[in-house]
């Protein structure tokens, strides 16, 4: 499975963006997905996951209430509505993605996915 993220870009503090996760290769749509983010002189940290089937998500602590993450339950393909944009949430976002037959099984920690995109650059400016 090969993961493409986009939709970053420049923000304001307060602003909203979309991002969107595209796998092609292998279709079947068994995936858990997840975002993930790093900032300059930080370790990779998590953002936001949701099952194959859509129906169990979690969100990062710090963000909680400002995203919204969703997915195409067709296919392994994800979307992460952010709100409110922060200047601390300038980062490059990943997404990833990990094939599982359960369907509510949903995974934060980087080491449990198996496939990652290239990230999509997000700066929030004050």
């Known amino acids: 499975v090969q993961l493409q993220a986009s939709g970053g870009g420049l923000v304001q503090a307060g602003g909203s963006l979309r991002l969107s996760c595209a796998a092609s290769g292998r279709t079947s749509s068994k995936y858990a997905m997840g975002w993930f983010r790093q900032s300059p002189g930080k370790e990779r940290e998590f953002v936001a996951t949701v099952s194959w089937t859509g129906s169990n998500t979690k969100y990062a602590d710090s963000m909680k209430g400002r995203l919204t993450i969703s997915r195409d339950s067709a296919m392994p393909q994800a979307y992460l509505q952010m709100n409110s944009l922060k200047p601390e949430d300038t980062a490059v976002y990943y997404c990833?993605?990990?094939?599982?037959?359960?369907?509510?099984?949903?995974?934060?920690?980087?080491?449990?996915?198996?496939?990652w995109g290239q990230g999509t650059l997000v700066t929030v400016s004050s």
């Open positions: 990833a993605a990990r094939y599982t037959p359960s369907s509510r099984a949903y995974y934060y920690a980087s080491g449990d996915y198996t496939y």
